[in-house]
């Protein structure tokens, strides 16, 4: 990849703009530099979402548009750090580096290894202006590294997970590397191993795979799945969930085993009451269901329909709150009495035989507003639970 930073005022300049139109504008002015400049601008524009701290500092480099789009966000790369430190580090899929960077300032010696050439040399300018000059980065394959590299204390990879023909892939043996053919070396050579796949992943298979798994981590960002790590390490031990959404309303976490649920009893709702629950998609994709009545004064409102309700509001369930305003079923009379004068909802279904799309036409209501409908199921009978947000 060719560096211009004589275009860096440039850059500075028209990173506010939009990037199709500075394409068509300054194609003479630019020449063959305009597609760097573009990518830069854009890159900086994503970044500003993405990775908010690097966006202030002047100097970073950015990829091309795929690597942006696949590198991890900032709030996740940092909750990452959080769960390894030690003296030594090698990320053996470092990409643009961005959980790298985040990872790498809790060891002494840090090392990134990235096949893709240009990937490294944009990692190499951009660590010691992110404050991390002694990252040592590698361009090579990271199986052959592995096989001849010394130990470390940890070792984070990130599998490819999509195909050669560019399809989403959801088991182990399809992402590239297949981790399940070189779990022994990853192991002897790092204490402990850091690994992220897709929140496609059946976690109980994976667990299963990849045996001496310390810790599951099913990170959330604003109640959506995006990833889920599994923290390996050599001493036998029961593996714990950890469920986290990370919000900026304040991060949740709720921690199990598949012990303690197994063993928790189910406990139904007499009553919907007063409040409703929706746990988060990091709860429900981990699969605490019945745990989380042992934790919360909460009952489910069905072995399958992931609600709970309680009477009185509690502000420390990890999920949305809802109250109840009336719930009712599919019956013509009732849906007219309840639903009269609301044009827009938001519809989910939990455990009921008709699709979200299905209800609204059904319904006749569109999408929106400041009112909630979950169709579910309660003692065998499919009911509408009119809601509102708190």
Known sequence: MELYPDLSSFIQAHRNDN????????????????????NQ??????????????????????????????????????????????????????????????IARHFKKATMV???????????????????????????D??????????????????????????????????????????????????????KYSPMLD?????????????VHVVSVENECKELLFLLSPKEQETTYHCLNLS??????????????????????ENINEFIYEPFSSILKAGAYKSLCDHFPVKKLDASSHLYTSSE????????????????????????ENLRGIEKANIAVRNFPISVNELRNKLKIKEGGEKYIFATTHKGEHLLLLCEKI
């Open 19 to 38: 990037v199709q139109t500075l394409a068509l504008r300054e194609q003479k002015n630019l020449g063959d530099k305009l597609p760097y400049a573009l």
């Open 41 to 102: 601008i854009a890159g900086w524009q994503k970044a500003k979402e993405k990775i908010p701290t690097w966006s202030e500092i002047e100097g970073i480099i950015y990829p091309p548009h795929l690597s942006m789009e696949q590198c991890s966000s900032e709030r996740t790369a940092a909750y990452k750090a959080t769960l390894v430190q030690g003296e030594s580090f090698t990320d053996l899929t470092g990409g643009f580096g961005v959980d790298f960077s985040f």
């Open 114 to 140: 990235e096949q893709r050439e240009e990937l490294c040399e944009i990692a190499r300018h951009n660590f010691p202006i992110l404050g991390i000059p002694y990252a040592t980065v590698i361009n090579g």
């Open 142 to 195: 990271a199986i052959d590294h592995l096989n001849q590299m010394e130990p470390v204390d940890v070792i984070f990879i990130d599998p490819a997970r999509r195909d050669q023909q560019g399809r989403k892939t959801v088991s182990i043996e399809d992402c590239e590397p297949n981790l399940l053919e070189i779990l022994e070396p990853l192991q002897a050579h790092a204490k402990k191993v850091l690994i």
């Open 203 to 215: 976690i109980s298979l994976a667990v299963k795979e990849l045996k001496q798994v310390e810790s």
């Open 248 to 269: 900026k309303k304040g991060d949740s976490q709720f921690s199990f085993s598949m012990e303690e649920e197994k063993n928790a009893s189910l406990q139904l709702a």
């Open 313 to 336: 509001i509690i502000n420390t369930f990890p999920g949305r709150a809802f109250r109840v305003t009336s719930a009712f079923t599919l019956n013509k009379k009732e849906v007219k």
